[in-house]
């Protein structure tokens, strides 16, 4: 797992290409670009089922509650990771 931090635009699609997945622990959000651009480098999304996620990724992304104790969304990530192919 790499915590990539702040990234320059053109360094975004190297780093997407470079991982098999985006997870967004967030617990408050609206329609994050890091999102839509990880969807459209087909990444796996490991997302909380916060903002537009679940309306717009449902079916093609592991959504978790937006708990704040994590196993939930560990569990969801866990399950996917590796597996990019479906």
Known sequence: MTFAGRAEYDELSDLFVAHDCLV???FSEGMPLSVLEAAAHHRVLVV???GDMRRLF????????ARREGPDLKHASGNRVGRADG
């Open 48 to 50: 909380t089922d916060v």
């Open 24 to 26: 967004l622990p967030s």
């Open 58 to 65: 449902g079916g093609k992304a592991f959504i978790s509650s």
